[in-house]
């Protein structure tokens, strides 16, 4: 692309400017303040810069006094075809006119087009590559990691290398900063270890706090059960106690009725007795009356009557026993009269021993005669012992019997005498029988068993009235029966009393038997204590929860601090995940970036640097990246960087400037963009500046060169050399571009 | 006519994550809100406050808050206002509930607090039947067991769950049908935070919503000042007492710089204000707003800020015109563009925000 004309209307300091160029080296040249800053503006706006934007920027292109905006409208040329930029910043339009073929373009389609020819996108990327600032050389330091990174800059297009590696270190020191101390404990922790302790030491609060809480709502609870035990528990006990009690004294009452029933026994008794006793001594009393009028024997009647019954007694025994004399010899009599005189066998005893001793004589004498002496003999001796003991047999039952008659007789004769007795004794006994009653009737009695019996019945009577009288006032003791009748009837009403409050319907529900007692007696005791253990409890409860009393605010605060402080962990941790993918992607992008055709960089800038040097270095080789540049150096037969003391530093500008605009070609990717240089080359000595512009003119050849500057030394070299200044625009107005613009409404 | 306050939702306790540091300061704040709550009842003099549930936030509540209702019952009971009131589903009735600790009505003659099972008041100076239930350990129950019955002129009710929605809140126990075959002259809700009316006249049903701020995405604020001058003929009006607003902004971002992002936050801003940003759209690379550096900028300026990033980064080929694959800003957005790509879901956040991050930096290093 070439410029051939630029005419600026309403812009800035321009009311209406109209400028033509030269295809190849132009040199504009004015003072300062003549307007070079705003014509490149203008170039750049016309470039660059949509009418339709809303920025606010536009206004300030306003002249001082305009109330409109202005336009800017730009002839060029390109591929041998010329064209028409117009940018209305009043109208906001912009149009694109092939001025050949009649074309036309409007809006993005314009700004495409243009875009298209320069090959640079971007007003940035187009002051990167295609424009030379006047500081640009003057600034570089000496040293080819400067060159390097003005390179980068340049190729980049923007951030450069540097930059690059400054947001790297910047992403590296806020990674460092987030994660120290996550891999080990340091002194100062970074944003994530703190957070992570800040969140830990409030975790742990939280746990505490809630720990606390939980305890203190399980105690709430218990002592919330406790009480209601304790309630149940005292209320239990006060029931089982006051049935206890009323059983206690269901018991007491029937342990003092059976005393009471005891006395009233005994008394009921006593009473009985006495009337009893009286009752025996009325019949006593009767009967004594009755006794006493019948009459009663006194003792000395009675003793003259036992005197005379004993006479009786002792004659009737006389009787008896002269009585049973008599009888026993009339038995003797008898015996003895009827003992047989003589028996058949007792008369023939004495003819039958008088034959035996005959017999007996006369066998002895046989015996002594005969051959058979010895035998006859002894039949002789017993035939001889036989006749005598019969003769004397037949001797004693004589004698006898003549015994025998003459007991008889005397016998007979005492039986007599004895008869005689006994009939005296009869007669006295009579006698005294006689006596006996006589004595018995003068008494009363009939007998004397009757006067005994009377005598000895008024004695017991008298004895007995004794013993009666002595028991009555025995139960009496000393008081009267009504006294006692009295007292039974106190007793008995209050047994009756005792009995009626224990036989009551209600007593009667809640009487207890003793073993029921007994065990009431221990549940009571046992709920006592469970009570009372109840009542610690509930105490110690009651102290430890008014105490301890959670404090929710505090939990709920905690909560929420937790959740900031782990909100900025997360986010922190979030933040951290981020920059580590973000430093990876710029350090991938880094190494990714390229020098586009590094080769025909290095052979272009070689091939301008030994215009520059005139001939005296011309390799230059890049390296990338970061892009350092190295230099051929023929006398040290080496590669060398472009830094004193091995170059000078005119040197390293030079090579600078040679790699820079080498670089042009290729950022433009083959299209040639008009270059606009702002006196870069300030600090280059007379020689250096000759080399320079020889430089430029050989780049005119491909690019159109734009040298701004207020010094005339660029003159000589120029093809076309415009003067700025507010003069109006020359007569001759070649082409469509000086058309009046059209009018607006 | 009878004259009611209608609240609900106080959630007095309740914690605020989301606030942070300045959680404690809301919580009290509820406090005071409850307070400008009886102050409007004893302005408006009315003849009831209905207290539909959720008064407590949790049953875990200190002593000194339960100190502070209890004196606002009698700042009410001072005015001869009676307070009608139950539990909600966030203190509701059972073990360890908060209502057996404050027990108010046995401190506070003039208030009337419902049991688990429905439950017939009757003012008969009022000439007014109130009808309420809390809610128990098996959480909000129907109203279809709710006598229809009334013997007085006025009948109103006061229940806490939500609404049946059909198709929308299937789990709602607040049936259309039975408040309507109710009849109530009103019928006071609690559950949901924003005030809404559930049913229209002649037997209308409304939810007061939470008389102050207590979560984002929810209007809060208000309470409902209702006048019954006959019976069917319920006029309810909004009252704002909540101290605190939620408003949530919504900027597409498309087009936009940073400076302009910023001053549409800035001017909503407002102390009082909870401020939700939302960013959408489409930034192009040169115009990326630093969110974290956005949200330190108006948080002191507000009660609290929150600005979430929904926006994208702008990749169209339109915008990446203006940064060449050669270029390092170039590259670098290619190669995350890639790797974003081919990220997992879960990684994608990440290297989407390190995108922006890597050409924020960039060019800021650049502008530098």
């Not at chain 1, 092939?98 to 809006?107: I, P, Q, Y």
């Not at chain 1, 004294?249 to 006395?263: C, G, H, N, V």
């Not at chain 1, 023929?634 to 600078?656: H, N």
């Not at chain 2, 099972?117 to 008969?124: A, D, I, L, S, T």
């Amino acid at each position: 692309m070439r410029l051939l004309g630029l005419r600026i209307r309403h812009f800035r300091r321009f009311q209406d400017a109209v400028y033509t160029f030269d295809p190849r080296l132009n040199v504009l040249v004015g003072p300062n303040e003549a307007g070079k800053s705003t014509l490149r503006h203008a170039i750049l706006t016309a470039f660059f810069v949509n009418p339709a934007t809303t920025s606010k920027k536009v206004a300030e292109w306003r002249p001082w006094g305009s109330e409109s905006l202005g336009s800017i409208a730009l002839e060029f040329e390109m591929d041998g075809r010329r064209y028409e930029l117009r940018k209305d910043f009043e109208r906001r339009r912009a149009e694109l006119r092939d001025l050949h073929h009649g074309l036309t373009w409007e809006g993005v389609r314009a700004q495409e087009k243009v875009l298209q020819a320069l090959g640079l996108s971007t007003e940035g990327l187009y002051r990167a590559t295609a424009m030379i600032e006047q500081a640009e050389i003057a600034t570089l330091r000496v040293g080819s990691a400067d060159i390097g990174t003005r390179l980068s800059r340049v190729v980049q297009a923007g951030p450069g290398d540097q930059e690059a590696g400054a947001v790297i270190k910047r992403l590296e020191k806020d990674i460092a900063e987030l994660e120290r101390g996550l891999d080990r404990p340091v002194k100062n922790p970074g944003t994530i270890r703190r957070l992570q302790n800040e969140v830990e030491t409030l975790q742990a609060q939280q746990a505490d706090l809630q720990r606390r809480i939980a305890r203190l709502d399980t105690q709430r609870e218990e002592l919330r059960r406790i009480r209601g035990e304790y309630e149940a528990g005292a209320r239990e006990l006060r029931d089982k106690e006051a049935l206890l009690r009323e059983n206690q004294d269901f018991l007491a009452m029937e342990a003092q009725l059976k005393p009471l029933r005891e006395q009233e026994r005994g008394l009921a008794e006593r009473i009985a007795a006495i009337e009893k006793g009286y009752a025996r001594l009325q019949a006593i009393g009767r009967d004594l009356e009755a006794l006493q009028a019948q009459g009663v024997p006194d003792d000395v009647a009675i003793a003259r009557l036992h005197g005379a019954r004993g006479a009786v007694q002792n004659q009737r025994r006389e009787v008896e026993r002269q009585q049973e004399a008599i009888r026993a010899a009339a038995a003797r009599i008898d015996a003895l009269s009827a003992a047989p005189a003589a028996s058949p066998w007792t008369g023939a005893f004495l003819p039958a021993g008088v034959v035996l001793l005959v017999a007996g004589m006369a066998a002895g004498a046989a015996g002594a005669l005969g051959r058979a002496g010895a035998a006859l003999f002894a039949v002789a001796l017993t035939l001889l012992a036989g006749g005598l003991a019969l003769v004397y047999a037949a001797y004693r039952h004589r004698r006898r019997l003549a015994e025998l008659r003459l007991e008889r007789e005397s016998a007979a004769l005492r039986l007599d005498e004895m008869r005689e007795t006994l009939r005296a004794a009869q007669d006295a006994m009579a006698q005294e029988e006689a006596a006996l009653r006589a004595a018995a009737a003068a008494t009363g009695s009939a007998t004397v068993e009757e006067a005994v019996s009377r005598h000895a019945r008024l004695r017991n009577l008298v004895q007995e009235r004794t013993a009666v009288q002595s028991q009555v006032e025995a139960h009496l003791g000393g008081g009267k029966i009504e006294d006692l009748r009295e007292e039974l009837d106190r007793l008995r009403a209050d047994i009756a009393g005792r009995e009626a409050v224990l036989m009551r319907p209600e007593a009667q529900a809640k009487r207890l038997t003793p073993l029921q007692v007994q065990q009431l007696e221990h549940d009571v005791k046992d709920l006592t204590q469970k009570v009372h253990r109840l009542q610690a409890r509930q105490d110690h409860l009651e102290r430890e929860t008014a105490e301890g009393a959670p404090d929710y605010e505090v939990l709920v605060t905690l909560q929420e601090q937790l959740a900031d402080r782990q909100e900025a962990l997360e986010a922190a941790r979030r933040k951290a995940r981020v920059y580590r993918a973000a430093r990876e992607g710029l350090q991938t992008a880094r190494q990714q970036i390229l020098i586009p055709a590094r080769r025909l960089v290095e052979e272009r800038a070689g091939e301008y640097l030994s215009v520059l040097t005139l001939g005296a270095y011309d390799k230059v080789q890049i390296e990338e990246p970061p892009l350092r540049v190295a230099v051929w150096v023929p006398q040290a037969d080496a590669w060398m960087e472009p830094a004193e003391p091995a170059l000078s530093r005119g040197t390293a500008d030079q090579i600078y400037l040679a790699v820079r605009l080498a670089l042009v070609e290729v950022l433009a990717e083959g299209n040639h963009p008009p270059l606009l240089l702002d006196d870069p080359f300030g600090t280059f000595d007379p020689e250096r500046l000759r080399a320079a512009m020889a430089l430029l003119r050989k780049v005119s050849v491909a690019h159109q060169v734009l040298l701004f500057t207020c010094r005339p030394e660029y003159e000589p070299f120029a093809d076309r050399v415009i003067a700025l200044s507010d003069q109006p625009p020359p007569p001759e107005l070649p082409g469509p571009l000086w058309q009046p613009p059209p009018q607006t409404h | 006519m009878i004259s009611l306050l209608h609240t609900a939702d106080v959630h007095l306790g309740m914690g605020f994550p989301g606030l942070g540091e300045k959680g404690r300061d809301h919580r009290e704040q509820l406090k005071r809100t409850f307070a400008r709550i009886v102050d409007l009842a004893l302005a408006e003099r009315v003849s009831l406050v209905l207290i539909a549930g959720d008064l407590f936030d949790s049953h875990r509540q200190s002593e000194p808050t339960l100190t502070f209702v209890r004196e606002q019952f009698l700042r009410l009971r001072e005015g001869r206002i009676r307070v009608a009131l139950l539990a909600g589903n966030h203190d509701p009735l059972g073990e360890g509930s908060v209502w057996t600790r404050a027990r108010f009505e046995s401190t506070c003659d003039n208030v009337t607090f419902f049991g688990p099972e429905p439950q017939v008041v009757v003012f008969q100076d009022l000439d007014l039947t109130v009808i309420g239930q809390s809610v128990g350990p098996d959480g909000p129950q129907t109203l279809s067991p709710w006598p229809r019955d009334r013997a007085t002129r006025f009948a109103v009710g006061v229940a806490h769950g939500s609404a049946y929605r059909e198709g929308v809140v299937e789990a709602g126990t607040i049936h259309p049908a039975d408040i309507r075959r109710l009849g109530l002259d009103y019928l006071a809700l609690g559950d949901w935070h924003s005030a809404q009316a559930v049913t229209g006249p002649p037997a209308p049903a409304w939810y007061a919503g939470a008389p102050e701020f207590l979560a984002m995405d929810q209007e809060a604020g208000q309470v409902l000042l209702v006048k019954i001058p006959t019976p069917g003929q319920a006029e309810v009006r909004a009252e704002r007492v909540g101290r605190r607003r939620y408003r949530r902004v919504g900027i597409d971002v498309t087009g936009l710089d940073a400076e302009r992002v910023r001053a549409r936050v800035t001017a909503e801003v407002d102390l009082d204000t909870v401020l939700d940003v939302v960013l959408t759209g489409a930034a192009a690379p040169q115009m990326l707003i630093d969110v974290r550096e956005l949200e330190e900028a108006i948080q002191d300026a507000c009660f609290r800020a929150r600005v979430r990033n929904q926006s994208t980064i702008w990749l169209e080929e339109e915008a990446l015109e203006a940064f060449p694959e050669r270029t390092l800003v170039g590259r670098y957005i290619r190669l995350l563009r890639e790797q974003t790509a081919a990220a997992p879901p879960e990684e994608r956040p990440i290297l989407e925000e390190a995108l922006q991050v890597g050409v924020n930096m960039l060019l800021g290093a650049e502008g530098s």
